[in-house]
């Protein structure tokens, strides 16, 4: 797990497939979100993980709460990467995100 360079105040964590399963597993106030497009969501999405791409988060910002653990994944990593530098610059301390993305995890995937 490495922290990025975001500055002292932020929390930001890059997690691996285990890690970020296990935060959130281990997370009673988590929200896990998809960053990707609709139709990228659709094709597969972890389960339980909201949608708000990365287009749209700054227009979406009152959806996710600052007191929560907020867990961000996307196809490879860049665009969680970028979510995460968006929202720590909003305020939000609790924020890590999926090293590989949705590419490297090797879990149940939902559909829509």
């Not at 929560?68 to 969680?80: A, H, P, T």
Request: charge should be positive; proline fraction near 4%; include cysteine.
């Amino acid at each position: 797990m490495s922290r990025l360079g975001f500055g002292k105040s932020a929390s930001v964590r890059t997690l691996k497939p285990a890690e970020f399963r296990n935060e959130m597993d281990r997370s009673k106030t988590k929200l896990v979100i998809d960053v990707r497009e609709p139709d990228e969501y659709k094709s597969g999405f972890i389960q339980g993980a909201k949608n708000i791409p990365l287009s749209q988060l700054e227009q979406r910002l009152g959806e996710i709460p600052k007191d929560r653990d907020v867990l961000l994944y996307c196809r490879s990593g860049m665009r969680s990467k970028s979510a995460a530098r968006i929202l720590s610059k909003h305020g939000y301390t609790r924020l890590a995100h999926l090293q590989g993305g949705v590419s490297s995890w090797d879990g149940k995937l939902g559909r829509r």
